[in-house]
């Protein structure tokens, strides 16, 4: 059954064609003419150019899964006019020298302290560029492995202070700190602490203690930060709906009170925001109903959360940011296609604060799809999204 001609299908610029022509052409001219306008109708637009955004949500691109590329400081210098074309509003910077010899990312939260040169070093490439739409890029720090709550942490503090200084002088928003604890149990009482003769509370007052310090460290050099932690404190909350939330809290003891500790720390112009990195969330019901928990239920009475001091409770809506992580993948059984991946984005800008993040594991966004990259389909499926936000 044949549909409706479109003002712009191959037929009906065709037929435009021998509108014009009129009878009397030469066929071979009209045969030109019909195939001239076929080819041309079928050739796709070139998609419109990224347009910086005015004001929040805005959409960041987390994308150095695997080895190469990676979105360092100088990859994004040498590649900024690809990057600048996609339909994101920043990057997550992974902070490693071009020639592998520093991983600024991976040893921040360590016992060796980093000079305030070898940071500024790694950063220098972004120092100046002329960032036209990516105008919210922000330096990755990865949950590494840091010293034990108890023992010395002057050399993690300090690393913290150095990259916020060196972040400011780059014209960075901020730190994005993968909080989840990859090379050793940090953040797990009693399973990856030395001290086993302190109690759990004696742990969690530490934990937060140390996450103030490393948040004034950081408000000390750049006082309008902004750190997000990609996971949030709800994965301590023995109650946190099972639905929404991960239930990890009995390995994650320590990770709410040191998120807690950054709001602490964080001053009158510093931002923090809770991350979000959960990526089985799909329907706008799904993420409006974990921004409502996130915001005010976990704060609750009725929660009575113990990490929590009671002077927080109840300015954690006003002063914590809800983001919403989102994954190019698969995910626990919840399939991902380009349709899919338009809805979510669209769903998790609608409900953040001021931003949400694609963590990238499939094609690179990071290349041109002639080169190897995302397909335009995928890249397709992120500014449908981005252009449907409020």
Not at 209 to 228: L, N
Not at 305 to 333: N, T
């Amino acid at each position: 059954m044949m549909g409706r001609i479109g003002r712009g299908s191959p037929v009906a610029v065709c037929l435009r064609c021998l509108n014009v022509l009129g009878p009397w052409r030469d066929p071979r001219s009209i045969l030109a003419a019909f195939i001239a306008g076929v080819l041309s109708a079928c050739v796709p637009p070139d998609p419109p150019p990224a347009v910086a955004r005015e004001g929040p949500p805005y959409l960041l691109l987390h994308d150095w899964y695997g080895s190469s590329p990676v979105a360092t400081p100088s990859f994004v210098r040498d590649h900024l006019e690809h990057l600048e074309s996609l339909p994101f509003d920043g990057i997550v910077s992974y902070l490693r020298s071009p020639d592998g010899s520093l991983n600024v990312s991976a040893s921040i939260l360590a016992d060796k302290e980093l000079s305030e040169e070898e940071i500024a070093s790694v950063l220098a490439p972004m120092k100046g560029l002329p960032f036209r739409n990516l105008t919210q890029n922000f330096a990755a720090v990865l949950g590494g492995r840091p010293p034990d709550f108890m023992d010395d942490w002057s050399a993690v503090i300090s690393n913290f202070g150095r990259l916020a200084k060196a972040a400011k002088e780059a014209g960075l928003r901020g730190v994005y700190f993968d909080n989840e604890a990859y090379y050793t149990p940090w953040s797990d009482f009693p399973r990856g602490v030395r001290h086993r003769e302190k109690s759990l509370r004696e742990y969690q007052d530490r934990a937060r203690e140390r996450g103030r310090q490393v948040m004034e460290a950081m408000t000390a050099q750049y006082p309008e930060i902004t750190v997000i932690l990609l996971h949030g404190p709800y994965i301590s909350e023995p109650r946190a709906p099972s639905q929404l939330f991960p239930q990890v809290h009995a390995s994650n003891e320590l990770h709410g009170p040191f998120f807690v500790g950054f709001l602490e720390g964080a001053g009158p112009d510093a931002s923090v925001v809770d991350g979000g990195e959960l990526y089985h969330l799909r329907s706008e019901g799904d993420f409006q109903e974990c921004r409502n928990w996130r915001k005010r239920g976990f704060p609750s009475a009725e929660i009575d959360c113990a990490i929590l001091p009671a002077a927080l409770r109840a300015e954690w809506d006003a002063r914590v940011g809800v983001a919403f992580g989102i994954i190019d993948r698969p995910f626990q059984g919840r399939p991902m296609t380009p349709p899919i991946l338009t809805a979510t984005l669209s769903n998790a800008l609608r409900h953040a604060d001021r931003y949400v993040w694609l963590y990238v594991e499939g094609p690179t966004f990071l290349k041109p799809a002639a080169d190897g990259g995302a397909p335009a389909l995928w890249v397709e499926a992120v500014r449908r999204a981005r252009a449907s936000a409020p």
